[in-house]
């Protein structure tokens, strides 16, 4: 019988690799062989940096944010951890019938002020109206276009042993904001979606560093930070050893996770940025996140020699075990 797309597919662990190899890398090729990151830099006279992505998130709002406001972070940041300076958004609307005006007026002036915060201009767009029943409210897509400055050079293959792994904040907000928010978990908690531009934190990186000591970068997003960890371990040809201690939580994210079986190192992020730089630079890429205003920003691993392609984490007591990607999707439409 014929394989069927499955929720799993949108997860972002292996069966969206699967996905990405089989269908449409195949078809399409990659921008750059070998380096599937988060947008493709071109060779445009100025190097370039172009990204798109969809949002399907539900529901349309959820505490702290909307689908909205997701869209415009969500695409700034994927240039952002490129190395490019995001500039230009097109906003593509796909509205259901029935959709009140005011709730979609409310959804673009989200988008609006994401877009002045991360110092965008959302620059075109498109509008289609489906009937009843065939989308969900309202899905968004955005394209985004920005420019990348001379010297930065990101990619995996790059990372090398000893260099540090940084983390920009807690982890797993987004993602459990989401869920609760959908109301059929019988569960509540003070969890507010943690959606916002990173681009200002990876420009105080490279205006504290030197170009060079910035090796690789991400937006744990769909599959969370273990899913970005082991495509990290797998492009570099290293290992990524992630201290437990040393990532923080918030109480009541940890908590929703717990009462729902769910590992947050799993669960996607919006407004975080994992990085690897140079050992040497990485209390002053701690300082910089920090004065920056991210979070809660600090070291959370190290790049090892081996084994190759694995991902382990070790508690407190020194014992460790392996992180693999994610496998099916435990929170799905989360983005």
Known sequence: MSE?????????GKATAKLIDEVFITAFGAANPGELADAAVLATGARSAFTTDSYVVSPIRFPGGSIGDLAVN????????????AQYLSAGFVIEEGLEMEELGAIVA?????AAAAGVRIVTGDTKVVPKGAADQLFINTAGLGTVPEGRELGATRAQPGDAVILSGPIAAHGMAVMLARGNLALEADIRTD?????????ALYQALDPGDVRWMRDPTRGGLATVANELAKGSGHAVLLEDEAIPVETAVRGACDMLGIDPLYVANEGRLVAVVADDAAQAAVSALQAAGAPQPGVIGQIRPGPEGVVAIRNAFGGTRLVDMLVGDPLPRIC
């Open 4 to 12: 069927v797309i499955t929720l799993a597919h949108g997860a972002g």
């Open 74 to 85: 969500g695409t700034v940041n994927d240039l952002a951890v490129s190395g490019a300076i």
């Open 110 to 114: 989200d988008m609006a002020a994401a």
């Open 195 to 203: 959606s916002a531009p990173i681009n200002h934190l990876v420009e």
